[in-house]
């Protein structure tokens, strides 16, 4: 019996373009971003962001991601689970 052309059916045998673009944001970091974005604006906001980030090279687009970054709220409290009735 031949091996398989992939080694699986499964979406991540192998790394995909978009994830080497792809970084994470952590809350104190997006913090320190939006604190930037505050004192400075879009510029100083790049710059720690770039300061962070060292592989996002492109200016423009560290502006852009600063920016949506420094517009994100965080997520509301996930909302607290009914209890059930006791059962007769």
């Known amino acids: 019996m031949s091996a398989p052309a992939y080694p699986s059916r499964l979406p991540c045998w192998a790394v995909s373009a978009h994830a080497l673009r792809m970084f994470t944001?952590?809350?104190d970091q997006a913090a320190?971003?939006?604190?930037?974005f505050e004192r400075g604006g879009e510029i100083p906001a790049a710059s720690e962001l770039q300061r962070l980030?060292?592989?996002i090279a492109d200016r423009t687009t560290a502006a852009e991601f600063a920016r949506r970054i420094a517009e994100w709220m965080p997520l509301p409290p996930?909302?607290?689970?009914?209890?059930?009735p006791p059962a007769p």
Request: charged share 10%; hydrophobic share 45%.
């Open 53 to 55: 980030f060292p592989g």
């Open 25 to 27: 944001v952590t809350e």
């Open 78 to 84: 996930p909302p607290v689970p009914m209890q059930q």
């Open 32 to 36: 320190m971003i939006r604190a930037a």
